[in-house]
């Protein structure tokens, strides 16, 4: 059960509705969505407050401005936005101010305006409360629909429900559900594969997961930060010098029996002396690395055995590609792994991000039980932590 508080529990009718989404999309050179899966998840909370005659007034972000970026104004996702709802989305040049309020109160049942780049203030970040009740003021009611960040401790994200009835959109109460599953009541056996480049943002549910899961499958860049911490050489594969001493630990933790799942590195990888389509390439097994030479792919060998594995589980979770799948010669561990996925007969859950878009690239997207629109937010959840952008909300009970 969900124990927060959601649309379906307010009436909306004629109140005027900020909803915060997490629309942070990729964007074309010319300046056109180039993903547009986060904007379809919100979709059916953004029909359900319209035909309940909601004003509906959207906010996210968009990249990483330092101040104003004209590259990102959030014009093609309103513009985007429009063309799947079927309707006008008004797009306003400014976040909070008197034009904005002007605008807002003009506004009729079933309309739908969207407020530019909330990261153009620094305010944003820094969860400035004045700034936060400036943005609230525009509203009656605060959604929150962007499980993708509710995970940071930002104004429009934890600043805007100390002024606002908070409630949930359909898109976060899925996210927590499903997530929640996992760390509730898995069917087992339950698999797990961790891979990526960054072992920082994987230590936390790394070790929550040797606790919880049945098989744990190490892949990707982060890898070789666990190999060299068992001795081996890995030439010139990326290594977190400083997370060194907490893979050790890690190993030795599974080595001396004190976790409750079986622990799988790479058996071999697919090296190159840099990262190019043109690059020549060798397969080696980890115990065979050349000096100069990088790993950018986990071998056959390993995938035969992380794939054969991953048949025996009925509920899977993902996290991070095998290697780097946008070049076809270190793709193939990433596909592997997405094939399993689509021809397991369990429940398939995906921790967003670039396991997303391996997915799409490799036309699996539409195969699994779900694929979560917040990678970093899915691994905090997934360590067992409160997220800030959910606590804030409602309470059911």
């Known amino acids: ?4 508080l959601t649309i379906r529990d307010y009436d909306v009718s004629n109140k005027k509705v900020l909803v915060r989404v997490d629309y942070n999309v990729p964007l074309t050179e010319d300046g056109q969505v180039a993903d547009d899966t986060r904007i379809l998840a919100t979709l059916p ?4 407050l319209i035909n ?7 906010v996210t972000h968009l990249g990483r401005p330092k101040g104003y970026d004209p590259r990102l104004r959030v014009d093609p996702l309103a513009e ?3 063309r799947y709802l079927g309707r006008p989305v008004r797009k306003i040049d ?7 309020k002007a605008f807002v109160e003009i506004m009729k049942p079933g309309d739908v305006v969207f407020l530019e780049n909330i990261r153009f203030h620094k305010e944003e970040k820094e969860n400035d409360l004045e700034f936060a009740k400036e943005l609230a003021s525009l509203a009656d009611v605060y959604v929150n629909d962007a499980f993708g960040t509710s995970h940071r401790k930002h104004a429009s994200v934890v600043g805007v429900p100390n002024f606002l009835p908070a409630l949930a959109g359909f898109l976060l109460e899925r996210e927590v559900i499903h997530l929640s599953k996992l760390l509730e009541r898995p069917n087992r056996p339950f ?13 936390g549910v790394i070790q929550k997961f040797l606790q919880i899961v049945d098989c744990l499958y190490i892949g990707g860049g982060m890898c070789f930060t666990f190999l060299k911490a068992m001795g081996y050489n890995v030439g010139q594969s990326i290594v977190w010098e400083d997370y060194l001493e907490e893979a050790k630990r890690i190993l030795e933790e599974v080595k001396n029996g004190n976790a409750n799942c079986r622990f799988f590195l790479p058996e071999d990888v697919v090296l190159a002396p840099e990262i190019k389509a043109s690059a020549p390439v060798k397969i080696t097994s980890v115990e065979n690395f050349y000096d100069d030479w990088r790993g950018l792919d986990i071998g056959p060998r390993t995938i035969e055995t992380f794939s054969k594995k991953l048949l025996e589980a009925k509920t899977i979770f993902w996290n ?3 290697g780097v799948y946008e070049i076809e010669k270190f793709s193939k561990g990433t596909k592997a792994i997405c094939e399993a996925l689509a021809y397991s007969e369990g429940t398939t859950i995906v921790g967003g991000g670039d396991s997303d878009a391996a997915l799409r690239e490799f036309g699996y ?6 694929v979560s629109t917040g990678g970093g937010a899915s691994l905090k959840f997934l360590e067992g932590e409160s997220l800030p952008g959910v606590d804030v909300l409602m309470d059911r009970y």
Request: no cysteine; glycine share 12%.
């Open 191 to 203: 698999h797990a594969i961790l891979g990526g480049n960054k072992i920082s943002d994987k230590l």
């Open 45 to 48: 909370t953004l029909r359900y």
């Open 365 to 370: 997207s539409g195969l699994m039980s779900f």
């Open 320 to 322: 991070g590609p095998m």
């Open 94 to 100: 400014r976040t909070v101010g008197e034009e904005v």
């Open 80 to 82: 985007a936005l429009a």
């Open 1 to 4: 059960m969900f124990s927060k």
């Open 52 to 58: 309940k005659g909601a004003k509906v007034i959207l």
